[in-house]
């Protein structure tokens, strides 16, 4: 009788071995489990990291590609060669000038625009006169600008005989309705209305109303 009730001791203490194991491997496996997920999670925000990084190279491909103007006299058209010569946008402007951030000012029919280094319309050519930061007046003739471009993102352009801003995404932020207006400089910008002088914001905001003289 006690060699039976060893026996039962004996069987009982291995059952409780074998789920103690079993208990042990399942908690191994949702361990496992747990784990495994966050590593196909990190591959997945990698992989969506490397494609961002890949659309912004190609979207900006345009703004490290260096172009220069060139006039074909046969013609009395410009366009755009690389730095190996070869003609990359075709001659098609009155007028163009050069690259600066990505874009470049041209002329169509007495109008003025801006294209990106594809020789996409970033604006129309619909402003009869464009401002550069050196606060500058391109409106007709030859310019040859060492330096030029927008100031703090906005630049200075006529319309209907009123100036306004526009972005660099060709966008008309400002609406042209001053008689002149110049380049931002730590974030304003001077503005002429009935021969009066004042400043406006980024937001187009009139900070200081146009009543002096003379601004500077």
């Known amino acids: 009788l006690q060699k039976k009730d060893d ?10 071995k074998k789920d103690n194991t079993d208990t042990h491997e399942q908690i ?7 784990t495994k997920k966050p590593s ?7 992989t969506c990291f490397v494609v961002l990084i890949c ?3 190609i979207r900006n491909k345009q703004v490290v590609a260096k172009l ?3 006039e074909d006299k046969s ?3 410009y366009g755009y060669i690389d730095a190996e010569g070869i003609v990359v946008i075709p001659y098609q402007f009155d007028k163009a000038l050069r690259f600066f951030g990505g874009l470049a000012v041209i002329k169509k029919v007495n109008k003025w625009g801006l294209i990106n280094t594809l020789g996409k319309d970033v604006t129309t050519c619909q402003y009869d006169a464009i401002r550069w930061f050196n606060n500058d007046e391109i409106s007709g003739g030859d310019y040859d600008f060492d330096e030029y471009g927008f100031t703090e993102g906005l630049l200075a352009v006529k319309k209907n005989n009123k100036w306004g801003y526009i972005n660099m995404s060709g966008n008309e932020v400002i609406p042209c309705k001053y008689d002149v207006s110049y380049a931002f400089s730590n974030k304003l910008a001077r503005i002429e209305e009935n021969a009066k002088y004042g400043f406006i ?16």
């Open 75 to 77: 013609i009395s058209k």
């Open 201 to 216: 914001d980024k937001s187009g905001k009139e900070v200081i109303p146009c009543q002096y003289d003379f601004a500077w």
């Open 68 to 70: 220069y103007p060139i």
């Open 40 to 46: 196909m999670l990190w591959i997945m925000v990698f």
């Open 7 to 16: 026996n039962n001791n004996e069987q009982e203490k291995q059952n409780r």
């Open 55 to 57: 659309l912004f190279v």
């Open 28 to 34: 191994i496996k949702k361990e496992y489990t747990f």
